[in-house]
C-alpha cells in the first residue's frame, strides 16, 4: 500500500466517490451523453453577461449540485480542489469565494479533473482532510477568444480542431461509504514532443497519455484486459487514433474497452470535427456516464485519465511547442 | 495528529527541509537580503529576449541550485510541485518539461509558495511520494505588462503599488534528516472584502492573512508569542499594517517579532513604495533568509504564510473584485 512503483499510488482507505454533479450546455446536451448528464442548461450565457461569468455559473452549478446530492451542507465540504482553463483560474478561484472551505488552486489544463481527484485522494486516504469537492469546467466561448480567435470574427476551424465542451463535473470525495471508491492514482509527468499547432491538441497531448498509461500498467502490473473501461480526457478522435498506435509500438493493445471523453461527447452531426475538448469535457463525461456505469455496476473496473495541453497564447506567440500532461486514476465498484 | 482544528493538519512524519534554493535579480540584490541569497544575476534578461523566458530561467535555475545542493539528481526528485503568476503558469509547466518527474501545477498567485509546500508536506508526509520539489517565481516586467501596463509606457505607479519580485526559490521536503522541518500547516479560505484596486494587493490580501493566522492559532492552541518569527508572503507595508490592525481587533497582538517578506526585501531607497510582491517575493525570502536562521538555531519556529490575491485582468475588466488566500506553514528547527 502507499506509493508502488514509480509514479502510482494505492490507496488504502478507499476514497469513496459518495456525489458527482455534471451540467453541461445545450450542444453538449443535443448530444450522445444527454441522458446521463444531471442538469442541461438551455442557454449557455447562464443569464450572466459574459461569457466568463457564464464559465463561472457552470462550475457554481456543480459544485452546488454535487453538494446537494450528497445531502450536505455547503460548510460541511473541507477542502475544494479546482481549477479551469481562464488565465489565473478565476472560474474556480471565484467559485471558492462562494462558499466556506479551504482552496487548492490547480492548473493542469484539460488534465484538472484527475489532477484535482489524485491529490484529493491522497489527502483524504492520509486523513489530512474530512471530505473534498473536486470540480471543473470549461466553456466553448470563453476559451475560443483567449485561446484562439474571439467568436466574433468568424475565423475558420482547421479539421484538426477540437471544440471546447461548455460544461462541468464536480464530485465529493469521503472515505466512507459503498459507492465506486478510488483505488490508485497514478501521478503524470510533462512530455513534449515539440507539436506547436495550437488547433492540433490531440497529438500534443497523446505522448503524455502514452507515458501515464505505461507507467500505470507498469507500476500496478496489469494490462489495458485488466480494466473494464479505461478512458481518456479529450484526445479527440485524432488524438486517441495516435494513442493507439504509440501504445501498440510499446506492447500493449486498447481494445474495445477504451474510448475518449472527446469522441463520447458530440456525434459526428455536430462538425466538431475531432470531437469535444476542455477541462468540462473529461468533467462532465466522468461525473454522469462513467460514474452511472460503475453505480449501476455495469462495470466494476475504470481507468480515467485526463490529458492536458500546457500551452499559453503567450508560449505560443513565443515560438515554443505545447507540452502534455495527463493524470490518471482506477476506479472500482466491488 | 493528523488533522485538528478545522484548517490545520499535523504532520507526524516531520517533512524536512533537506535543501533550499534562492535567487534574485539586480534590484532584489541590491536590497536588505542581499547577504542571504544563493545567486544573484547580474542581468534581469537571464540572457533571454523575452521577459516571460527569462521568469522561466529563473525558476529552471531555482529547481536545478536545489537539486545540486541537496546533491541529488534530477531524476531523484519524485513530484514537482510549482505554479506562478503568468497565464497558465507557463513557467511552472515549461521547467517541468526539463525533468523526469510528475508534475502538479498549481495556481495559488502569490501563496504558491506555501500552497505547494502545504500540499506537498502532506504527500511525504502520507508517504505518497519519496520527496517533493516546490517552487515558484515572478518576474517584475512579466508580472507588469500582464497584470498592469507594459512597462514601455511608463505608466506612473501609485503609492499602494507593490513591486513584483524578479526572483523565485525553491525547496526540497523529505522525511530523513534533521534539519528545520515542516510541523503544520494551516490551508486558507478565499476571502473577498470587495477591494477593486489591482493597484492596492495588499487591501486586498490582509483579510485572508487574517483568516488563515487566526485558524490557525485557534487549531493550535497558540498565541502570536508561541513563534520566534513570522512572516507574511507579501502583505507590504499597508497590507501589513491593515493585518496588525485586523489582528488586534480579533484579540492577537504581533508583536517584534512579525514582519512581512515584501516589506524586507527591498528598502526605501529602492522606492518601491509599499514593497516586494509577487510569488518570487515570499518564495525568495523563505529560502534564503528564513531557513538560514532555522540553519543556524537562531530561531527554532517560524510561521510562515504567503498571501496571494486570486485576480485576472479580465476579471478586473468585467468589474470583479479582487479575492485573497493565504496558506500558513510552522516550521521548527529543534
Known amino acids: 500500500m502507499g506509493k508502488i512503483g514509480k509514479q502510482t499510488v494505492i490507496l488504502k482507505n478507499k476514497p469513496n466517490i459518495i456525489s458527482s454533479y455534471s451540467i453541461v450546455g ?29 464559465e463561472q455559473k457552470f462550475m457554481e452549478k456543480a459544485v452546488f449540485g454535487a453538494i446537494d446530492k450528497a445531502k450536505m451542507r455547503p460548510q460541511d465540504i473541507d477542502m475544494f480542489l479546482s481549477g479551469d482553463l481562464l488565465n489565473q483560474i478565476i472560474s474556480a478561484s471565484f467559485t471558492a469565494r ?20 489524485a491529490i484529493g485522494s491522497c489527502l483524504v486516504d492520509g486523513g489530512y482532510v474530512d ?25 475558420q476551424r482547421p479539421p484538426t480542431a477540437q471544440w471546447t465542451v461548455t460544461g462541468a463535473g464536480a464530485t465529493i470525495l469521503e472515505c466512507t461509504g459503498k459507492g465506486p471508491y478510488i483505488e490508485a492514482v497514478t501521478f503524470g509527468k510533462v512530455s513534449d514532443y515539440g507539436i506547436t499547432d495550437v488547433n492540433n491538441m490531440g497529438a500534443a497531448m497523446a505522448p503524455s497519455a502514452l507515458h501515464t498509461l505505461k507507467a500505470h500498467f507498469i507500476d500496478m502490473k496489469r494490462t489495458p484486459e485488466d480494466y473494464d473501461l479505461i478512458f481518456t480526457g479529450d484526445l479527440g478522435k485524432l488524438g486517441s487514433e495516435i494513442l493507439i498506435d504509440l501504445l501498440e509500438k510499446e506492447g500493449y493493445k486498447l481494445g474495445v474497452n477504451y474510448n475518449d471523453c472527446g469522441c463520447l461527447i458530440f456525434d459526428k452531426e455536430q462538425k466538431t470535427f475531432m470531437g ?5 469535457c473529461s468533467a462532465s463525461v466522468l461525473n454522469s456516464y462513467v460514474i452511472t456505469k460503475l453505480l449501476n455496476k455495469e462495470v466494476k473496473s475504470v481507468l480515467f485519465l485526463s490529458t492536458g495541453a500546457l500551452l499559453s ?14 493524470h490518471a486514476i482506477s476506479i472500482r465498484s466491488d
Do not use: W
Open 98 to 117: 462562494e462558499f466556506d472551505t479551504t482552496f487548492i488552486g490547480l492548473f493542469g489544463a484539460c488534465s484538472t479533473m484527475t489532477e484535482s481527484l
Open 313 to 326: 497564447p503567450l508560449s505560443s506567440q513565443q515560438g515554443l511547442s505545447i507540452p502534455g500532461i495527463a
Open 276 to 280: 469535444g475538448s476542455g477541462c468540462g
Open 131 to 155: 471530505n473534498v469537492l473536486c470540480a471543473t469546467c470549461s466553456h466553448f466561448a470563453s476559451a475560443e477568444r483567449q485561446f484562439r480567435y474571439p467568436l466574433e470574427l468568424g475565423t
Open 26 to 54: 445545450p450542444k453538449e446536451g443535443k448530444g450522445p451523453m444527454s441522458a446521463y448528464f444531471d442538469k442541461i442548461m438551455p442557454d449557455d450565457m447562464c443569464g450572466q453577461n459574459t461569457y466568463e461569468k457564464a
